[in-house]
């Protein structure tokens, strides 16, 4: 069926440093990936997005990179701040099949001052 | 806008018990959502509706209800309780249109725990 998932559960980084957090996802008839951020005791909130027919968009900070050649997405965030200590998903979704999302495991990034 | 709001953001029940989880979101959008997050794990789909008067299963809807009558609420029914719907509860919104890009907005959850 379906999955989402992360190569890592738990990444840890210096302040200041860049993050990369991965997912890899397994339907390939997906055409819209979503990264959230999750903080503690709160709901997921929207980061970036990107299409398909997309392999890069950038953010403020944040760079998302999707790789559909071995169904990879990666989400990149540029020094790092203790601010982003969170939880991060990545979701998708296929928009011909409806709204709902898949949605991965999650990767807990810590941010070291 | 408020965005999406949901109440009570605790509550303790007793196996058996029933209780309704509030949501009720501002923007006008058309789909709204119902997941449970369990620890550690990520968000499992319970119920969803795409407008008023239309709802449908999502991956784990057992043991829960839905009613959508107004574009803005979408409460959740927990009928009997049971220690295995301990988990926190979000509600989330979005517009959406056939094939467009459009994000899903989270409201800030329901901790939820049946002893």
């Known amino acids: 069926g379906e ?13 200041g440093d860049n993050s990369i957090i991965n997912c890899a996802y397994s339907n390939s ?7 959230y951020k999750q903080e503690s005791g709160k709901g997921p909130q929207f980061i970036i997005d990107i299409r398909s027919n997309m392999d890069k968009r950038q953010g403020q900070r944040v760079t998302v990179l999707l790789n559909k050649t071995v169904k990879h ?3 990149q965030i540029a020094a790092t701040q203790p601010g982003d200590s969170a939880v991060y998903f990545c979701a998708e979704k296929n928009t011909e099949y409806g709204n709902k999302l898949v949605f991965g ?9 | 806008n408020a965005g999406v709001t949901q109440t009570p953001k605790f509550r303790i029940l007793k196996i058996g018990q029933s209780m309704t989880l509030q949501c009720t979101q501002d923007m006008n959008h058309n789909y709204m959502y119902w997941y449970r997050q369990d620890p550690g ?4 789909l319970i119920y969803y509706s795409v407008g008023a008067g239309i709802t449908d299963k999502g991956e784990v809807p057992n043991g829960y209800n ?13 009928e009997l309780a049971a220690p295995s719907q301990t988990s926190v509860y979000f509600c ?24």
């Open chain 1, 73 to 75: 997405l990666s989400l």
């Open chain 2, 66 to 78: 839905v009613s959508r009558s107004t574009t803005e609420d979408f409460p959740l029914r927990l």
């Open chain 1, 105 to 113: 495991a999650g990767t807990i990034l810590r941010v070291k001052s």
């Open chain 2, 41 to 44: 794990m990520g968000l499992k």
């Open chain 1, 29 to 35: 008839a997906s055409d819209y990936f979503i990264w």
């Open chain 1, 3 to 15: 999955s989402v998932g992360l190569h890592l559960p738990t990444l840890s980084v210096q302040e």
């Open chain 2, 92 to 115: 989330a919104s979005s517009y959406y249109r056939t094939k467009a890009r459009d994000t899903q907005y989270f409201g800030p959850g329901t901790r939820l725990t049946v002893l």
